[in-house]
């Protein structure tokens, strides 16, 4: 039996990490803000906004990675700037990805501005979606190895 993928969701609070985890795990969407590191299901580790947003934490993702088989990059599509600095992607030994939230809420140049700042940072691959439509879940889902 194939070992399930434990992924790391780094973004700004508001990103979209708990509601994508919910879409994940077919829970329903419920916003609440993650205070703790959270593990989900064992595959799945929910972080705190505030570890990116605040220089200083930004060294618990490298710790909280270590155990991580890959790191998810989550950034909302109608926001304006990013919080992951170029070449972000780096800085953890592991493959990187990128997933755009929100989509469903923002205009095609939002979308491609959000998916550039992930580009930047260093994923990978970037995926567009929308937990609340599925817009591009299912091959985020195929991609992770989660199957809906």
């Known amino acids: 039996m194939e070992k399930q993928k434990r992924i790391v969701l ?3 609070t508001k990103a979209g990490k708990t509601t994508l985890c919910q879409y994940i795990n077919k829970e329903d969407l419920v ?11 064992d595959s799945l580790i929910d972080t705190p906004g505030e570890y990116l947003e605040r220089v200083k934490m930004r060294g618990a993702l490298n710790v909280i990675s270590v155990d991580a088989d890959l790191i998810l990059f989550v950034q909302d599509a109608t926001e304006k ?11 953890f030994a592991k493959p990187t990805i990128g997933v755009v939230t929100k989509c469903d809420l923002a205009t095609k140049e939002q979308t491609e501005r ?21 817009t591009g879940c299912e091959e985020l889902l195929e991609y992770l190895g989660f199957s809906k």
């Open 10 to 12: 780094i973004g700004k």
């Open 81 to 91: 700037e990013t919080m992951f600095p170029p070449a972000y992607a780096g800085s």
């Open 114 to 134: 959000a998916a550039g700042f992930l580009k930047m940072a260093g994923a990978k691959k970037v995926f567009i979606t929308s937990s609340v439509n599925g």
């Open 31 to 41: 916003y609440h803000k993650t205070q703790t590191v959270q593990v989900i299901n």
